[in-house]
T-cell receptor, first 110, second 114 residues
Framework: QKEVEQDPGPLSVPEGAIVSLNCTYS??????FMWYRQYSRKGPELLMY????GNKEDGRFTAQVDKSSKYISLFIRDSQPSDSATYLC??????????FGAGTTVTVRA | GAGVSQSPSNKVTEKGKDVELRCDPI?????LYWYRQSLGQGLEFLIY????????KSGLPSDRFSAERTGGSVSTLTIQRTQQEDSAVYLC????????????FGPGTRLTVL
């Protein structure tokens, strides 16, 4: 079993739709839960991070963590064509080594 | 301000040749990380530098891979006797402090080994 599982998609939605992305993990030592966005031919950029179970909102983005189920989600409301990118979940424990999902490719159609 | 920069952006080489990939971290960032991103795979940790401490090389896949960081700033990742399975995007990241989850990534070097 992989340490991190993420559905690679691709996911295609119309503009204005809600995008729902998720990852599962198996390492109970993970304490930090992150989402990165990666545009084509660019490096990943940190979108959101959280330390605890529950929801965290930032504008149109909501990150959700369920530690009991080892499941995290990212929701994008009112999606825009500029949200078209690959979204990577990432996890950290008590050191600097992050574990990443393979990424989900999202296309928002105008 | 300037972000993390990497060069070259693309590198095509023949099997068996050596390659050097360069990373310029954000000025003032003490920690530097190298990752490898293969098609359909998540980012794979390669090596970590923090200040003057000995680097953590635990992620390097073989002894053909080495890295150094000069003067606490620029880093070079060297791959000797390249193999086709080395083809990937090599990403460098830096952070203000060590052991930070707030890592800032460069655009990567796309390596293709023919």
């Amino acid at each position: 079993q992989k340490e991190v599982e993420q559905d690679p998609g691709p996911l295609s939605v119309p503009e204005g739709a809600i995008v729902s992305l998720n990852c599962t993990y198996s390492n109970s030592a993970f304490q930090y839960f992150m989402w990165y966005r990666q545009y084509s031919r660019k490096g990943p950029e940190l979108l959101m991070y959280t330390y605890s179970s529950g929801n965290k909102e930032d504008g149109r983005f909501t990150a959700q963590v369920d530690k009991s189920s080892k499941y995290i989600s990212l929701f994008i409301r009112d999606s825009q064509p500029s949200d078209s990118a690959t979204y990577l979940c990432a996890f950290g424990s008590n050191d600097y080594k992050l574990s990443f999902g393979a990424g989900t490719t999202v296309t928002v159609r105008a | 301000g300037a972000g993390v920069s990497q060069s070259p952006s693309n590198k095509v080489t023949e099997k068996g040749k050596d390659v050097e990939l360069r990373c310029d971290p954000i000025s003032g960032h003490t920690a530097l990380y190298w990752y490898r991103q293969s098609l359909g795979q998540g980012l794979e940790f390669l090596i970590y530098f923090q200040g003057n401490s000995a680097p953590d090389k635990s992620g390097l896949p073989s002894d053909r891979f080495s890295a150094e960081r000069t003067g606490g700033s620029v880093s070079t990742l060297t791959i000797q006797r390249t193999q086709q399975e080395d083809s990937a995007v090599y990403l460098c990241a830096s952070s203000l402090e060590g052991a930070s989850i707030a890592q800032y990534f460069g655009p990567g070097t796309r390596l293709t080994v023919l």
